[in-house]
Each structure stands twice: as C-alpha cells, then as structure tokens.
C-alpha cells in the first residue's frame, strides 16, 4: 500500500515537472518571438535610414550647415536632403526609444540627447511642425515623447551655437557669416 502511495506522489511529481517544462517552453517561445518582432523593427529602421543617407548623398554637411545660417535659400533639393537627414535622426531615436522600453539597452553610457542637436534650431523646428501637421500620428506612445522633446528644444539657435563657439574656440572663419 505505501508503495502504491509513493508510486502515485512520483507520478503526480513528474507529472508538475512535466507542467513546469512545458510553461518554460512557452515563455522561452514568447521571448523568442518577442526578440524576432524587434529584430525585424531595428532592420526595417535600419533599411529607412539608410535609404534617407541615399537621398543625403555622400557630403551633407554644407546643406546642413546652410539650414542653420540661411533657411530661407535653400532650393528644393536641399530642403529633401534636409528632409532626408531628420527622418534619419527620428527614425533612430524612435528605434533607440522601442528597444529601450523592451529592456534592450542600445549603449553602454548615457547618451546625450540627439534630438536637442537635431532639432535645436529653427529650420528643424519648422520641418517638425509641418511633419506633424501632415498627418504624424500624435497619440502614439513613442510619438508623444519625442514631441515633448522636441517642442521642449525651444532654444532654438542651440545647434548654430554650438558650431559658432566650436569655431570660435579653435579660431576658425567661416565662409558663410553665420
């Protein structure tokens, strides 16, 4: 009889065990999916950007610097390779923000705030708000952080400050008065 105990107690034990396995399978099958989906977010975000840096072509730093110094002269060429250039800067922020908030951290020190870079001066400010008015979903979650940081880069000539103290720093003239 006690042998008959022990047999039913090993049978109901290996029977939980058996429960337990099958549940860490299932967990371990739903991280696996769950890293697959972000996998597949961060290539397409990689895909986008790299289509944007296409469209910026190989030196665009003189069309940026001239949204800083000259919005107002920039043809419509410059104003899609400026486009180009802060859809590359959204899209990467938008991947840094989706990773993140799944437990992914994307660097190892705390990184400084590319979107107060990017958009701390007037030309981006405009482009972000004609973004926004063309329809970028507002209520979306990650949406609704990188507009309060945006927005929240109010100082508007950061980013031709930065460039101008840099240069002043190192005593350099600049072609263009900025």
């Known amino acids: 009889m006690d042998m008959d105990k022990a047999n039913q107690w090993?049978?109901?034990t290996s029977h939980l065990g058996i429960l337990a396995g099958l549940i860490l399978?299932?967990?371990?099958i739903k991280q696996d999916n769950e890293l697959t989906r972000l996998q597949i977010f961060s290539d397409t975000t990689t895909s986008r950007i790299?289509?944007?840096?296409?469209?910026?072509g190989d030196n665009p730093a003189l069309v940026v610097m001239k949204s800083l110094t000259h919005p107002e002269d920039l043809t419509l060429e410059e104003l899609r390779i400026m486009d180009a250039y802060l859809l590359a800067a959204v899209n990467?922020?938008?991947?840094?923000?989706?990773l993140e908030e799944n437990g992914l951290q994307v660097t190892a020190v705390e990184e400084e705030d590319l979107l107060l870079f990017y958009f701390g001066n007037e030309f981006a400010q405009a482009w972000?708000?004609?973004?926004?008015?063309?329809?970028?979903?507002?209520?979306?979650?990650?949406?609704?952080?990188?507009?309060?940081?945006?927005e929240s880069a109010a100082e508007l000539n950061m980013t031709t400050d930065f460039f101008?103290?840099?240069g002043q720093r190192l005593n350099i003239k600049s072609t263009q008065d900025m």
């Open 92 to 98: 990467e922020e938008r991947r840094r923000m989706v």
């Open 128 to 150: 972000w708000q004609q973004f926004m008015s063309d329809g970028e979903n507002r209520e979306n979650h990650f949406n609704e952080e990188m507009i309060r940081r945006i």
């Open 50 to 56: 790299e289509m944007h840096e296409a469209v910026m």
């Open 164 to 166: 101008r103290s840099l």
């Open 10 to 12: 090993l049978m109901v």
């Open 25 to 28: 399978v299932g967990i371990q």
